[in-house]
Nanobody
């Protein structure tokens, strides 16, 4: 069993930055591919970025590429999402997720084994 807890969300002006963290319980964190999803009001939950178990491979959607950076520290059981140049359309609840699958790219939400409770990110124009 893995429990995930996100933090770091908040209100920021367009063009600003935020760093989200997702802390995991348990000693098997490094066994999981990690990902960040987001869900805006009235929209489906969407994949944003993923990172391999060792951190050597990452995947970004076009909307995240060049602005967001995913990283992980397996010694601290934590995955991060650095978000720069934020836009109002980035406003959403951001979730971290863990999957035993080795694929780093997008998968349906049902493919992920564990989820955090989410953290709100609001970008004002």
């Amino acid at each position: 069993q893995v429990q995930l807890v996100e933090s770091g969300g908040g209100l920021v002006q367009a063009g600003g930055s935020l760093r989200l963290s997702c802390s995991a319980s348990g000693r098997t964190f490094s066994s999981y591919v990690m990902a960040w999803f987001r869900q805006a009001p009235g929209k489906e939950r969407e994949f944003v970025t993923g990172i391999s178990r060792s951190g050597d491979k990452t995947y970004y959607t076009d909307s995240a590429k060049g602005r967001f950076t995913i990283s992980r520290d397996n010694a601290k059981n934590t995955v991060y999402l650095q978000m720069n140049s934020l836009k109002p359309e980035d406003t959403a609840v951001y979730y971290c997720a863990a999957t035993i699958s080795l694929w780093v790219g997008p998968q349906p939400p049902s493919s992920y084994d564990y989820w955090g409770q989410g953290t709100q990110v609001t970008v004002s124009s």
